[in-house]
């Protein structure tokens, strides 16, 4: 209880320690067994998360039961880390950010990661799988995406579930009063009405914490138009503000043909409430995720489950 009282980035460290030391069971869970299906599971992590997102990623396998794995390093990873994620997801594809060519793309803000999605995903559908999340239940919703090549998106909460509109009728209902400033993602999105009209483009209130990008997708030239909209309406300064890219995958989920929209009391940001049994996915955003033991609780679960799967006990 003391800890709440230490500066922000010490109470972060320690909380993280913890969780690494509730969830080392996941070390001892089986590996995944990759398929070359046409299935992706993407992640950008470093060594910081590595446990974490052992359990993000297996936890979705476990799931879906297809897919091989690929790793967006963030320049942390060490020889040992590689090691551990050669052994849990199958010797997966490890890309260095460092070789992501961003072009007239911002850096960071984990713009290298959603440029590698739009660059590779021709032949193969994306996932792309934040480590703070565990998949908690089945997935349907997401299994017939999958099978109808759909793009999908979990929402970034109930206001997300008017669904995907025309960019001036997003503007309208979510920002009744206008243009907004603050957070870098209010005042793009309560500016969509100034954007071009031209050419149909619609946006959807999704959260790029997990998102899936069907193949045969536009790519970047897509991207490269929207992104050129927003810096008409910001700035090239705050373009590069973290959050302009989920507000990118965003709209490019928005403008696939018939994209899923996760329902989002069953795909949910953890928010420090308690969650429906039938519910299937959390993302344990940074603001609560480690308020109470719900995140390592539901790993956990998770764990203990990946060790039935082979017949063992939790020790």
């Known amino acids: 209880m003391l800890t709440k ?24 869970t089986p590996p ?25 990623v297996k936890s979705l396998w476990r799931q879906l039961r297809r897919g091989r794995v690929v790793i967006l390093s963030d ?10 994620l050669a052994r849990h997801c199958g010797d997966p594809e490890i890309i260095d950010i460092a070789r992501v060519q961003t072009g007239a793309f911002p850096k960071g803000g984990c713009w290298e990661r959603f440029l590698t999605i739009l660059d590779r995903p021709q ?22 995406a999958l099978a109808g090549n759909r793009s999908f998106t979990m929402l970034g909460g109930e206001d997300g579930e008017v669904g995907a509109l025309a960019l001036a009728e997003f503007a309208r209902q979510l920002y009744p009063e206008g243009p907004q400033d603050g957070h870098i993602q209010s005042r793009i999105e309560s500016r969509m009405g100034q954007m071009r009209s031209d050419a149909g483009w619609r946006y959807v209130r999704g959260c790029a914490g997990f998102a899936g990008f069907a193949a045969g997708g536009p790519g970047r030239p897509l991207a490269a138009a929207f992104l050129a909209e927003m810096t008409r309406l910001v700035g090239p300064d705050d373009v590069t503000n973290w959050g302009t890219e989920q ?22 940001n953890y928010w420090a409430e308690p969650w429906s049994s039938e519910a299937a996915f959390v993302h344990f955003v940074g603001t609560h995720r480690f308020t109470g033991s ?17 017949g063992e006990a939790v020790a």
Do not use: C
């Open 5 to 28: 009282h230490l500066p922000y980035r010490l109470r972060t460290r320690l909380d993280s320690t913890r969780h690494d030391k509730a969830i080392a069971g996941i070390l001892q």
């Open 247 to 268: 507000i990118a995958s965003n709209f490019h989920i928005a403008n696939e043909p018939s994209p899923v929209l996760l329902p989002a009391w069953r795909y949910l």
């Open 123 to 144: 032949g193969e559908y994306w996932i792309q799988l934040d480590s703070d999340t565990v998949t908690v239940g089945p997935v349907p919703e997401l299994q017939a």
């Open 294 to 310: 719900a995140y390592a609780d539901a790993s956990r679960a998770v764990i203990a489950e990946l060790l039935a799967d082979r």
């Open 75 to 84: 320049g942390t990873l060490t020889a040992q880390d590689r090691a551990v």
């Open 32 to 56: 995944i067994e990759p398929r070359n299906d046409g299935l992706v599971l993407f992640s950008m992590i470093g060594t910081a998360v590595l446990k974490p997102y052992l359990v993000a």
